[in-house]
């Protein structure tokens, strides 16, 4: 028993003479590091474990300066993390690589997400929104039946078992007996092709009805909203005739709610300039309206919304402040023993905090458009995403992969324009990204790049996507460095568990 405890090939337990010697000849493992702040760093290898140390540490380490026999605590939690190794070829290297495809296993399944933009038309005119046509000409702006038979059949050529297909609009629910119709002729097929569907819905819930829920009941059908936040807020951003949209959603989300089950609706939120003035209130309504959940989102700064630029342009560092300012608040709800996490810090933590793939379409790489989610417009036409369809409203093309009239799956998933994408969708491949500590927390997102920059491959010291992924990834990290509470909470929102 005794020899079998001193035989244990654990860090831990190693007799103190192990570390002497010379403790300065490693090899240096991929690794990154960003400074935190005055006194601290953090190192980050390639599979996206971190280690926070003090500032200057990076330095002594690829000096050289480092010896196990001074700091066996770092020395070994750098051996141990793959930041530095004994030997040129670690023995546990296979156990890297397997980390590593797992990270990226979401590519496995391919597209799973197809967004099918059921109808353009829309009763109300929010100021942000670049779809919006207030007409009952159902000729010109709903899906036609054989675009929607299209649509399905290259759906159900993905390779992946699981598929979601998510009805856009407009107003997805004036074009309801479509969505029907969609979702009946994809039920036997799927079944056939061995393939699990969710089905979603958005929806403003305006013109919802006791018809529509008895039929979401009935097929498991999933409801995605938007809340914008209190409704002087609400009725600000998202105009109908009457200026009683809030109203209409609240009621909207009971009556979801006892037909469909809590769980089975979701709700987004957009930041205007109003918003930028009401963190708290807005965090507080989400809670209010029993959402245990927010997503702080920031307006796409490009396409139809800057037409309006009074009311949704603005600095990307006073989005961020009012993301902290929001974030600390949903925090001392955590802190006052109640689960209510914020969406977006919960994605970048689970790349952080576990060693699973993350599939949210904004934020991989290879971006998620295309690999992830395809969107199939109104018009038949089909594009990278949505936001690749904003910019179309607003008339570039560059994100169109193609027209379901005259494309088939290997011509818009293969094709020309795909493979050109293909290029700039890696964030190891990108200049500024390539050396950058958060590269596994974060994303490529060209269509970003290209509508703000005028570059696919964007720019990464004047980029407001860079601007703000990396500072809410520091953000978050030193965060929980530094607060061991806040470490907990992060955890359970992870592991969608309240903090003990
Ligand atoms: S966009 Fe910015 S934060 Fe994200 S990986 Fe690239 S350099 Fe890093």
């Known amino acids: 028993m005794v020899e079998t405890l001193i035989q244990r090939n654990t860090r831990k337990f190693k007799a103190p003479d192990f570390y002497a010697g010379s403790g300065n000849v490693y090899f240096l493992l991929p690794f990154r590091f960003h400074r935190l702040n005055d006194r601290k760093e953090v190192l980050v290898n390639e599979v996206g474990d971190h280690l926070v140390v003090p500032t200057g540490t990076a330095a002594r380490i690829v000096q050289r300066k480092l010896r196990r026999e001074d700091e066996a605590e770092l020395y070994g939690d750098l051996i141990a993390g793959f930041f530095i190794a004994e030997q040129q070829l670690p023995p546990l290297i296979d156990v890297l690589a397997t980390r590593y495809r797992t990270k ?3 590519l496995d399944q391919f597209t799973s997400l197809h967004l099918f933009v059921i109808t353009l038309r829309c009763e109300h005119t929010c100021h942000y929104c670049q779809v919006s046509r207030v007409t009952s000409n159902k000729d010109e702006f709903d899906m036609r039946y054989e675009h929607i038979n299209k649509g399905i059949d290259l759906m159900l050529r993905s390779p992946g078992e699981y598929l979601t297909m998510e009805f856009q609009g407009g107003e997805a ?11 009946e002729r994809t039920k036997p097929l799927a079944l056939e092709k061995g393939k699990q569907m969710t089905y979603v819905i958005c929806t403003n819930l305006a013109v919802l009805d006791e018809d529509v829920l008895a039929y979401c009941q009935a097929n498991n059908v ?24 809030y109203e209409l959603t609240i009621k909207g989300i009971e009556m979801a709610r006892q037909w469909l089950g809590p769980g089975n609706l979701s709700a987004l939120m ?15 309504e989400y809670f209010q309206q029993g959402f245990r959940s927010i997503f702080l989102r920031p307006i796409s700064p490009y396409g139809f919304a800057l037409k309006n630029e009074k009311k949704n342009k603005y600095e990307i560092e006073r989005f961020i402040t009012f993301y902290k300012t929001a974030l600390q608040h949903i925090l001392n709800y955590n802190r006052d023993g109640e689960f209510f996490r914020e969406e977006y810090a919960t994605i970048i933590l689970k790349k952080i905090l576990t060693p699973f793939p993350v599939g949210y379409v904004d934020l991989n790489s290879p971006a998620g458009s295309i690999t992830n989610a395809i969107l199939f417009n109104y018009d038949g036409a089909v594009y990278a995403s949505d936001e690749s369809r904003m910019l179309a409203e607003s008339g570039d093309y560059t994100f169109r992969l193609g027209h379901l009239d005259t494309h088939d799956y290997e011509a818009v998933f293969y094709g020309e324009k795909a493979q050109e994408l293909a290029d700039v969708m890696v964030n190891e491949a990108l ?28 720019y990464r010291p004047t980029s407001t996507f860079c601007q703000k992924n990396m500072e809410l990834i520091r953000y978050l990290i030193e965060l929980m460095d530094s607060d061991p509470q806040v470490k907990q909470i992060f955890e359970g929102w992870v592991s969608q568990r309240r903090a003990s």
């Open 104 to 106: 990226k296993s979401f």
């Open 173 to 183: 629910l004036l074009a309801f007996d479509k969505i029907v119709y969609a979702i």
């Open 222 to 245: 999933l409801l995605s909203t938007s809340l914008d936040g209190p409704g002087f807020i609400h009725n600000q951003n998202r105009r109908r005739p009457g200026n009683n949209s």
């Open 270 to 284: 957009t930041t205007t300039n109003l918003s930028l003035d009401h963190p708290l209130a807005i965090v507080d």
């Open 431 to 458: 200049p500024g990204c390539s050396e950058c500590a958060f590269q596994s927390y974060c994303g490529a997102d060209p269509v970003h790049n290209h509508a703000t920059q005028g570059s696919v491959w964007g």
